[in-house]
């Protein structure tokens, strides 16, 4: 089945504790990228990748990392988490990348609280 | 980069009417219109898309419409049922660009 998969699903952690968020898609699309949802302000960019190894920011990549060392794997990484994070992260990818205006298939979601 | 602004950003209808929502973006090479569908718990998920060639789409009970010169679509959705209930999104694309901005949503209650 073709799909988007992140994990884990729910997180909670504290101030300061470095974490990684995994995502995955099996159909081999080339655009991976990751959001966060906050109430009233939508979907926001945080970082986006066109193909491995190449990754550029969003709108709000401050306190994110990312890699893209395979096609089918795009982890954010938070080094140093802060309440401000808390918040719906949805990872997603696309066929040959927003530049061919292809649908985005979004994953399940990751709800992370940060304490 | 893209502005876009969703209005109304909270709609309620009764079953059975018509809602409209409507997206006005900034860039006015943007050449491709999606609108999301998100159900409460779930992730979005594309339900009607149109290019900047094409005025209008349709597809069963719902349609979306482009005025390019107005730089805006909107998303019409006729016969509204309960399942119709969402927050839905769009996301006007400028294809020589990677970055996507998505709107801040429109909530939409259909009440029976």
């Known amino acids: 089945e073709a799909q988007v998969t992140q994990n884990p699903r729910y997180l909670i952690t504290v101030t300061g504790k470095k974490l990684t968020v995994t995502c995955s898609q099996n159909?081999?699309?080339?655009?991976m990228s990751w959001y966060r949802q906050d109430p009233g302000l939508g979907l926001r960019q945080i970082y986006y990748?066109?193909?491995?190894?190449?990754?550029d920011k969003g709108d709000v990549p401050e306190g994110y990392k990312v890699s893209r060392k395979e096609k089918r794997n795009f982890p954010l990484i938070l080094e140093s988490p802060s309440p401000n994070q808390t918040s719906l992260y949805f990872c997603?990818?696309?066929?040959?990348?927003?530049?061919?205006?292809?649908?985005?298939?979004f994953g399940p979601g990751t709800r992370l609280l940060v304490l | 980069g893209e502005n876009v602004e969703q209005h109304p950003s909270t709609l309620s209808v009764q079953e059975g009417d018509s809602a409209v929502i409507k997206c006005t973006y900034s860039?006015?090479?943007?050449?491709?219109f999606p609108w999301y569908k998100q159900e409460l718990g779930k992730r979005p998920q594309l339900i009607i898309d149109?290019?900047?060639?094409?005025g209008e789409k349709k597809d069963q009970r719902i349609a979306v419409t482009l005025n390019k010169t107005a730089k805006h679509f909107s998303l019409h959705i006729t016969e509204t049922q309960p399942e119709d209930s969402a927050v839905y999104f769009c996301?006007?694309?400028?294809?020589?660009?990677?970055?996507?901005?998505f709107g801040t949503g429109t909530r939409l209650l259909v009440s029976p």
């Open positions: 996301a006007p694309l400028n294809t020589g660009f990677q970055k996507l901005v």
């Open positions: 159909m081999n699309h080339e655009y």
């Open positions: 860039d006015s090479a943007s050449n491709y």
């Open positions: 997603a990818s696309s066929l040959a990348g927003a530049a061919a205006g292809e649908t985005q298939y």
């Open positions: 990748s066109m193909n491995v190894e190449v990754t």
């Open positions: 149109i290019r900047s060639n094409v």
